[in-house]
């Protein structure tokens, strides 16, 4: 069974900076697209970022000059480097994977802006 871990966020201030990390484990070949998604309580999950196998890279314009999204194809794993932080983006940060033909998320990790 395919499994996605999220890692790397917390609480932090307002201004600071996270790096999320979501590693993929299981049967999981062909992967196309990483993404990172966020979403609030009672509102719709939406995307901050993602990459694609042939390089390709989208970022939000709301976080596009603060965010980097990256990848490391050989470890299965994406990566999301969060700087200056703002408390409108204290959110649950969903990993999606794309492979074959299916989706794949995993179950989210908390970031908390304060401050």
């Known amino acids: 069974q395919v499994q996605l871990v999220e890692s790397g966020g917390g609480l932090v201030q307002a201004g600071g900076s996270l790096r999320l990390s979501c590693g993929a484990s299981g049967t999981i070949f062909s992967i196309d697209v990483m993404a990172w998604y966020r979403q609030a309580p009672g509102k719709q999950r939406k995307l901050v970022a993602s990459t694609t196998s042939n390089g390709g890279t989208y970022v939000s314009d709301s976080v596009k000059d603060r965010c980097t999204v990256s990848r490391e194809n050989a470890k299965k794993t994406v990566f999301l480097q969060m700087t200056s932080l703002k408390h409108e983006e204290a959110d649950v940060y969903y990993c999606?994977?794309?492979?074959?033909?299916?989706?794949?998320w995993g179950q989210g990790t908390q970031v908390n802006v304060s401050t």
């Open positions: 999606l994977i794309r492979a074959s033909g299916s989706t794949y």
